[in-house]
């Protein structure tokens, strides 16, 4: 089914009319009424988090497993609750005025897409969606629809990090040519594709987990909880996961969009899950703080990164486990994930004064742009390109050693076989 059909059928089975975002408003005082659609996970932080504003009321929690939901309801015990969210909307779609969604990837789009139908500002977990169209889709509906939006990715807003994109915009280590990144987590999976089948818990809705996505057989410890991230009909691998994080800061310091060329190094693809082992190279078009292209490497796997000349430390200092190294003209910046830049001259730390900057919680900026008093900073104008860069490496990891070619204006590749991977089919259930 085509996401358009998966929406039209939604709103009929929702049975709600379709409002534009400007006949929502919250009357003054009021307070944000917040439904949640996965709450175990992060979804349990998220939940947390934006619920400890002073100005929201937990109305709805939505999830398809219900220990998760009963968890959650244990803490907002006047929201309702809900396993499936397009039941949610159906019922609760005028008493509710903004979504978090934190789902598995696959799941992203297609709620908040809904959501946003509704007219609905939505907070959506990293990385924004699981395929590149349904990041330009989620990005022309919060724009046409001018809607507040925010992606989860929470170290955005923190100091060390937008400090950071300061920093490198200043010059510090001059025109940046390369960034290289790494995690040592493992987010995929090299093993055999699991047979068989186990009986689904008596707490999970397996089709409801799956959604969208192709059915296939239930098997325990390999989809539900988190593993799902593994695999290529549900999650982005290493790279979706880990990725959004560590390169968002590169991304908003150097001004980048999306790439035109991105080659993977990895193991021939198996039909079910993403390489253990990755290294991604992309091109991306110069800015003003790039030198005329900008290099971007990325490595994953417990090995990450490989050697390299310009990942070298300062003689007896430890590499972080995750980060980046900004490669300038005139020294390299490394970023640690999750800590304060420390620059590296001529092979030796250097100080430098990092700029003051006030604390800023990234959840209670989504809810202060919803009552009107701020911006959010990781709209999904911005998540959508973040999250376009990402995901086209993921692609790339099906086509091992093949450089692929980008057209940001076409939205394709020049090879053919790689567009095929750009959109899902979406089941009905
Ligand atoms: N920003 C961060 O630091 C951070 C950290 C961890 C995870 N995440 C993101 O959060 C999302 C969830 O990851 P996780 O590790 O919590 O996964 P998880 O599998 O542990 O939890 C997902 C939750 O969503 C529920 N769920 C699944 N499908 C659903 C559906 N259709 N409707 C309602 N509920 C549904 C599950 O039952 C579970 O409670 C992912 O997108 C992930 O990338 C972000």
Redesign the pocket.
């Known amino acids: 089914m085509k996401r358009r059909d998966f929406l039209k059928n939604a709103s009929v089975f929702a049975g709600v009319t379709l409002l534009p975002s400007s006949v929502w408003a919250i009357t003054k005082n009021a307070k944000l009424r917040t439904a949640h659609?996965?709450?175990?996970?992060?979804?349990a932080e998220d939940l947390k988090s934006i619920a400890s504003h002073s100005m929201v009321e937990v109305t709805a929690l939505?999830?398809?497993?219900s220990n998760?939901l009963a968890a959650a309801q244990k803490l907002y015990p006047n929201a309702k609750v809900y396993k499936d969210?397009r039941k949610l909307f159906a019922e609760m779609g005028k008493a509710i005025d903004a979504v978090i969604v934190?789902?598995?990837?696959h799941?992203?789009a297609p709620a908040s897409i809904m959501a946003m139908e509704m007219g609905k500002p939505v907070y959506c977990?990293?990385p924004l969606t699981h395929h590149v169209t349904e990041a330009r889709a989620m990005r022309k509906m919060a724009e046409d629809k001018k809607l507040v939006t925010q992606m989860?990715?929470?170290i955005h807003s923190w100091k060390e990090y937008r400090g950071t994109a300061q920093l490198i915009q200043s010059g510090l280590i001059g025109k940046v040519h390369t960034v290289r990144a790494w995690s040592n987590k493992n987010w995929g999976y090299d093993g055999p594709v699991p047979t068989g089948s186990d009986p689904v818990p008596s707490t999970l809705d397996w089709n409801?987990?799956l959604?969208t996505s192709p059915e296939r057989p239930y098997k325990e410890k390999i989809y539900?909880?988190?593993q799902?991230r593994k695999l290529l009909d549900y999650g982005c691998g290493t790279l979706g996961?880990m990725g959004v994080h560590i390169f968002d800061t590169p991304y908003t310091a150097l001004q980048l969009d999306v790439p035109k060329t991105i080659m993977t190094q990895c193991r021939k693809p198996n039909g079910f899950a993403h390489p253990e082992h990755n290294v991604v190279t992309y091109e991306f078009p110069g800015t003003q703080y790039t030198a005329n292209t900008l290099k971007w490497v990325w490595y994953d796997g417990p090995k990450a990164p490989k050697k390299h000349k310009e990942l070298k430390m300062p003689k007896g200092e430890k590499r972080p486990d995750q980060g980046a190294m900004f490669v300038g003209e005139k020294g390299r910046l490394l970023l640690p994930h999750i800590g304060y830049p420390k620059l590296i001259v001529n092979g030796k730390f250097e100080e430098f004064k990092f700029p003051e900057l006030e604390a800023v919680d990234h959840y209670h900026q989504f809810v202060d742009a919803c009552l009107g008093k701020t911006q959010t900073s990781a709209p999904f104008s911005y998540a959508a390109r973040l999250t376009e860069s990402i995901l086209l490496g993921v692609v790339a990891n099906r086509f091992p050693d093949e450089t692929l070619h980008w057209d940001n204006a076409t939205q394709r590749f020049s090879e053919a076989g790689a567009n095929l991977l750009l959109d899902m089919k979406y089941r009905s259930f």
């Open positions: 659609i996965g709450v175990g996970g992060m979804g939505c999830d398809v497993d998760n969210y934190s789902t598995p990837d799941t992203h977990q990293k989860g990715i929470q409801l987990w959604g539900h909880p988190g799902w996961d």
